[in-house]
């Protein structure tokens, strides 16, 4: 069956055959397999605990998981999301949500396979920027809400080509819909994209999608106003705490891979400024590839949006090597990823030596679940095994205040006060640190209660009754 589709200016002919049918399951398959990995992403658990308390409550309005200031407006922009891992989680466990991330970017790649081919692109080239995507999106490989901006980004390259259908307005709203309440921030793509093919061809037609998108978007109270919290909310501080919110260029210090990763990003900008500077490309096509390579200069978590520029030249070249590029992508992948992550940690759930697992199942055993001091490491799982009375510090939504921003620079500038002054002033009456970094603490105000080949739990004194009574008993 052949299909008539147009893209960078180019009419061609893509026939379904069953070598196709191979391509984009064994895509998905190859993929499924590469991220079924074990769960190592601090996020996930507190966004498990946020979506418990929506299933129980509704969406809260104050800063529930603080333990500085719990009564601090917040709203989660990401509640959709959140709806659908503590869901997921009740169900089938953490092994659930492992494969449901898993199967999301699998899912990412099986549909751009299906789109790259639509396109005419030979197998060879398909293949070619599969790889690159792989390469680009490594980074990216975690259990989060921005699996979807992964995948609703590549569903919309079709804008950028191909005959307007006459559903294209409806189910562009829907996806809107959808987007804002799983990931508001993310959702912006949704504006960038629609917006470029709007700008392109402006009509009637464009524009009242554009206007439906928007509107629908700020329809939904959590995604409306944890939008405008969340931006707000960042500041100059996050990224010295964040890495991935510096610029592309931090990734300068991860050796061989950053470099690649780096090179693929200066490559999309080369690619885009090619495509901008092509006379017979569309201006939608112009305004997406340009827009996606500035953004993967700025910022280190957008450097996978590179792929696009670069995968957009590649169709419009159809260099005979492309499947060079895809094969020294994997290679670098497989150099990077192999001495980490061995066919045995695959199979587990969570990532061996991650979390403070035992230290957790002692704290629960005692009931000890009070305001918390941790590593941003650790404070989702902490939440996720001992919410609601062990609440954390700071976590990683980056909404806490600029005192506790100040604490947490201090402490991470060798400051070792910090530990007292967040007793004092924040009433935390827990420290859960890694053992292989025991804190110089004054042992005539702390106690060391429990201790692991993974992590220590200190107790200010007095110390929590129940814990001096088992170790009264104990002595």
Known sequence: MAIESRWCGLSVEADRRP?????????????????????????????????????????????????????????????GYEVLVAAVEATLGLPGLKALHAGLLAGTFGLLAGLLRKTGASRTLCLGILGLALLMVEDRIRARPHLFELLFVVGL?????????????????????????????????????????TVSKPSVKRLGT?????????????????????????????????????PTWAYWDQGFFGWAVLLGVLLGLAAALHLVSAKEQDLGLKLAALGCA????????????????????????????????????????????????????????????????????????????VPLDTTSAWSGYLLYCLYPQGRVLADGRLVFGPQVSELLLARQAGDLSTFDTAVGVYGTQALVWPTANRPPLDESRWRLVHSDSLAQVWLPLPMWPRWQNSLEQAD
């Open 294 to 369: 500035i953004a993967a200069v700025l910022m280190a978590r957008w450097a996978w949006l590179a792929v696009l520029p670069l995968g957009l030249w590649m169709l419009w070249q159809r260099p005979s090597w492309g499947w060079a590029v895809g094969a020294v992508s994997v290679g670098v992948v497989l150099a990077h990823v192999g001495p980490r992550w061995s066919l045995q940690d695959r199979l587990q759930t969570l990532e061996t030596g991650r979390f403070p697992v035992t230290a957790c199942r002692a704290m629960q055993d005692q009931d000890l679940r």
């Open 210 to 246: 554009l206007a439906a998108g928007a509107v629908v978007a700020l329809a939904s109270p959590p995604a409306r106003k944890g939008l405008i919290g969340a931006l707000v909310s960042h500041s100059d501080w996050p990224a010295d705490l964040v890495p991935e919110l510096l």
């Open 19 to 79: 070598w196709d049918v191979l391509l984009i399951s064994g895509s998905f398959l190859v993929v499924l397999a590469w991220a079924w990995r074990p769960i190592w992403d601090i996020d996930l658990f507190w966004h498990v605990v946020v979506g418990r308390l929506i299933l129980e409550g509704g969406v809260p309005s104050t800063d529930v998981l603080s333990a500085a200031d719990p009564t601090a407006p917040w709203t989660t922009f990401q509640w």
């Open 157 to 197: 390259t079709p804008l950028l080509y191909g005959r307007e259908r006459q559903a294209m307005p409806v189910i562009l709203v829907l996806l809107m819909g959808v987007w804002a309440n799983l990931h508001a921030v993310s959702s912006l793509w949704w504006l960038a994209f629609v917006g470029a093919w």
